[in-house]
């Protein structure tokens, strides 16, 4: 099994740490969420026909996964783990069973593909009028060459914030299956370790957060582009600026709030995926209180 080919371990501190007043004068109370994490590596390379002439798909897994938890119960939270990286369809296996499950049907798919893709090529030598216009040039060249493509796939997750009963990772999944486009996400989550349910928006803002945020979306893009104007963001590839509303795809540490808009929600899909990132200072108005993002923030 392909597995701890790197191993990461994050160490919980036994003591409690002080963090300073903030500008209300409010002390912060932070102890580290006592979680120790471990890795599972994954590079595999499959040939069509286990033939090195032929294509192959390629995939690459780190995952990074709970081996130990003295908040929450460590299966519950793995399972958090396994579902948010890999999919509901993993629900219910151990990390080292689901990372490989999904490498056996990475392949498997890639399998399967190959074979329709055949049966096509076959399909439109015998009647060439069933070739139509949705198919675009880049795959018609595909066809014509009766060869088909290399998958690739990456899939990783990082951990962006462990403390203060609050566990935040990020997922980014790159594939491409064809051609030179690559397909980039990055999808965020954050865990109340106190409830052992991933947090939403309406559990930590008041109602109205979301006009509040747009405004302070704009702001941001604005400043990050060192531009003043809406049309501006617009003609560096940005759009529905104005509309721009959260998308519950978000990250959380002490200091703030972190957006991410993935490719084609807000800008051209040649531009990098647009990272917001709000401090709590402009959040005050907008969080509940006696929530742990609340307490993060300074406000009891």
């Known amino acids: 099994m392909e597995k701890n080919i790197l191993n990461i371990s994050i160490v919980a501190f036994l003591s409690l740490l002080f963090v300073g007043c903030n500008n209300q004068g409010k002390a912060l109370l932070s102890k580290d969420n006592q979680v120790k994490f471990d890795t599972l ?108 493509y290399s998958y690739n796939e990456s899939l990783s997750n990082k951990i962006h914030f462990n403390q203060s009963n609050v566990l935040s990772f990020q997922v980014e999944q790159s594939n491409n299956k064809g051609g030179s486009a690559i397909y980039n996400s990055y999808n ?67 200091d703030g709030i972190t957006y991410t808009f993935n490719k084609g929600e807000y800008s051209a899909y040649p531009l990098s995926a647009p990272v917001v990132f709000i401090p709590f200072n402009d959040l005050i108005m907008l969080l509940k209180e006696n929530t742990v993002v609340s307490k993060l923030a300074g406000i009891k």
Do not use: W
């Not at 629900?91 to 069973?97: H, I, S, V, Y």
């Not at 370790?193 to 109205?208: M, N, R, V, Y």
């Open 41 to 148: 590596v994954i590079a595999k390379k499959h040939y069509l026909r286990n033939d090195t002439s032929n294509h192959f798909c390629d995939l690459n897994i780190d995952f990074v996964y709970p081996i130990e938890s003295t908040k929450l119960e460590l299966e519950k939270l793995q399972q958090l783990f396994i579902r948010n990286v890999f999919g509901r369809l993993y629900d219910g296996m151990k990390p080292e069973d689901a990372i490989n499950q999904y490498a056996n049907n990475f392949i498997k798919n890639y399998e399967a593909d190959a074979l329709i893709f055949q049966e096509r090529i076959i399909e439109l030598e015998n009647s060439p009028s069933l070739v139509t216009q949705n198919i675009d040039e880049e795959h018609e060249d595909e066809l014509q060459s009766n060869e088909f």
């Open 188 to 254: 965020n989550y954050v865990i109340n370790l106190k409830t052992g349910a991933l947090l939403s928006e309406s559990d930590i803002f008041i109602p109205g957060y979301d006009i509040a945020l747009q405004q302070l979306f704009a702001n941001s893009l604005l400043q990050q582009n060192e531009i003043k104007t809406i049309p501006d963001l617009e003609d560096l590839g940005y759009f529905g600026i104005q509309e721009i509303m959260p998308n519950r795809n978000f990250l959380i540490n002490s």
